[in-house]
């Protein structure tokens, strides 16, 4: 889950990212790189599945624009990317807005997630 925010001299990129534990090979790939992303002034926090157990999410992972436009990025059975979807119904992206910040208010800064 990503959310993007901009106006005429700020954007913000915060990402809020899912995780069974213990975690895989590629997400432990993932979390070793995310240094980069930090240092590029996004923000990443990480919630451990076992967490968001009581929290309504959606369907897919997405990216949301400004409140108002989604990706749904959609994958395989077998984790590949097979294509993103722009949707821009209101309703959809209300929904997906108020999942995002459910997970950032549970989520752990990248700073102090230590991963099992």
């Avoid at 749904?72 to 910040?101: M, Q, R, W």
């Amino acid at each position: 889950m990503v959310a993007c925010e901009r106006s005429a001299i700020h954007l913000e990129m915060r990402d809020g990212r899912i995780v069974s534990e213990p975690i895989s090979e590629y997400i432990r790939f993932e979390y070793d790189v995310t240094f980069t992303n930090v240092a590029g002034g996004e923000q990443v926090r990480w919630l451990p599945r076992r967490r968001a157990t009581d929290l309504a999410l959606p369907g897919n992972d997405f990216w949301l624009f400004d409140d108002r436009i989604l990706q749904i990025n959609h994958f395989s059975g077998n984790g590949d990317f097979t294509g993103p979807e722009l949707v821009s119904d209101p309703a959809v992206a209300k929904l997906c807005a108020t999942a995002f910040e459910a997970v950032w208010e549970r989520a752990i800064p990248h700073e102090e997630y230590r991963p099992t």
